[in-house]
């Protein structure tokens, strides 16, 4: 039942939550402090740097502020489905349960996810619609522009708000007038350079992030070739360096960066790099599944560098817009599950994908804009939970690139420009009505491809022996500690070379020696795996199950849980017509959630993929749980 007063009497736990972050709190009550108290009609603008709470700060958002339906506006599927994810109350691990804001279930807001089949008796339950802003154009039938009430919303809230300067997003707020709109960013930067309309109300810079161990340390590495020479259509018979093409104006840094960009031979080391680092990362036996991600020029340039990367050993795998969807959410849930060591973009992991254990980020591209190359190095901020980290590297993210594709002044003009002050200014705007820029945002989810054939590129080759160079972000104290302990390494390693009279590889192949973890690994693997696959089939059927059955009272044989909300959502709704009985439904619903949250079936599961369903299993547990004992109150336990 609908009601239309839920987020003005409901009562969630924000103030003195232990499991809110300070700008979670903070942000909800400048835009409370906005519309509420100040009683304020420009759009609010919140910028908040990826990985510090966004989507919770959204779930929070409404309560007290609005009075009525909260419009929830995502600039592509991506993102949309994170927050879907994240907000609704059917999903095991959901924000109001995970950050406790509410304790049962009932008390959580009805989301909505908009779809054109969706009737209007559907969307009028909701408390919350959330839709992806393609849906928003007045030209589709089906758009909510042409069926719902300008007044039917009284809340918008735009995620990734730096695209709302298009004018499919001012078609929307213009023609639900009277609400309250709230745009969220994590970066905070155009490149067209149109400003946002609205008043800035707060900004949580991405220093303090870093301070909080919110997000993960940045440093940044440079591969230096000793000698870089450059040939100019083919002509192999007279070599330039950088420094006689540019001088001469025979060529400029962008022809240059492309040149480098598509060297096999720069890329390489790159790669080379990249692996180092991971490596470092991955040592004495750390259990953190720590990966790289790539971006590329191209599709084309993207296969290539996953062959480099297989070459040397590593899992490599390529996704890029021009794969089919399920292709591409079967490589996303190879990612969430490990089974992947290195992925090479093209254009499609960009804002909303987040994934703590991308902690390499590998670029082999040019960037001549701050907004896409922000985009990329956010992809490995999202910090590891620190119930997992094991050392103080775990939470720095690595950024190589080669110094020939000049992105030195992209990482230092972003290193200042998200903490300057003057980034306000370029946020504020105090007439709305000028925000009528042309619509970007139809042009963003357009497949985009590379005629290499036709790129004027020249052939990169090096010599020598380069060397990496190394810039952090901000000293944090995590940076700090990670610098003692390498020096103390150091000095070890040095005092191991003086007593055994040995050269520095041998010193440290020692030295690594004795801080390898005692571990006799698995003698047999093969019964290894069916163990665990015996114990998580046990722990459902044996465990579990029954003990849910037996603690709520529950008829096993009987077929009254048909109508519990486990089995309302489309993907388990099968299962009351499979299922014979309760106990059965429960241990399918079980078994589909690990499907789903794994990407395959039993069938086809690894080791890693055992160990990551039974990493899962109290989640769920706990979730199901709840979902019962409501069910069971509710019916007065006649079952």
Known sequence: MYDKNYFITAQPN??????????????????????IIDNRKEHAIVVLPTGVGKTGLIGLLPFHICQGRVLIITPQLTIRDGIVDSLDPDTPGNFWSKRKIFSNINEMPTLVEFDK??????????????????????????????????????????DEAHHSAANTWVEATKYFNKAKVVKLTATPIRTDGVKLAGELVYKYRLSQAMAKGYVKSLRNFEYIPETLLLTIDNDETKAYTVEELIEQGIKDEDWVSRSVAYSKECSQHVVEESIKLLEK?????????????????????????????????????????????????????DISNHRIDVIINVSILGEGYDHPYLSVAAIFRPYHSELPYAQFI???????????????????????????????????????????????????????????????????????TTNESNLDIGTAQESGSGILQEDVYLDTELIRMHKEKELKEQVEITQLQNLLQIGYEQALSIYKQTKVKANEGIKRPDLYFKNRKHELDTEIREIIVPELITKYGINQQDTNLQDCRLFKQRKYSYIKNRGKNNGAYIAMYFNAYFRYEIGKVRDQWTTSDYDVAFSKLEIIKEYVEEVLSEYMQENNNDV
């Open 14 to 35: 924000i103030y003195g939550n232990n499991e809110l972050r300070d700008p979670q709190i903070r942000g909800f009550y400048k835009v409370y402090k906005h519309f």
């Open 281 to 333: 990362k991955r040592s004495d036996d750390c259990k953190i599944p720590h990966k790289i991600i790539a971006v590329a020029c191209s599709i084309a340039h993207a296969e290539q560098i996953k062959d480099m990367y297989i070459q040397k050993g590593l899992n490599a795998q390529v996704i890029h817009s021009n794969q089919p969807t399920e292709l591409q959410e079967r490589i996303k849930k």
């Open 117 to 158: 089949t969706l009737n209007r008796d559907v969307l009028n339950t909701a408390n919350i619609v959330v839709l992806n802003i393609h849906k928003l154009q007045s030209r589709l039938e089906r758009s909510p522009l042409n069926f719902l009430e300008p007044d039917f919303f009284d809340m918008i809230i735009i």
């Open 378 to 448: 956010g992809r490995v901020l999202r910090s590891i939970p620190a119930n997992e980290v094991e050392k103080e590297d775990d939470n720095i993210a690595d950024i190589v690139s080669h110094k020939n594709l000049y992105l030195q002044k992209l990482w230092l003009k972003y290193k200042i420009e998200i903490q300057e002050s003057e980034v306000i200014k370029q946020l504020q705007e105090n007439n709305e009505l000028n925000d009528n820029s042309k619509d970007s945002g139809s042009n963003s989810s357009k497949k985009r």
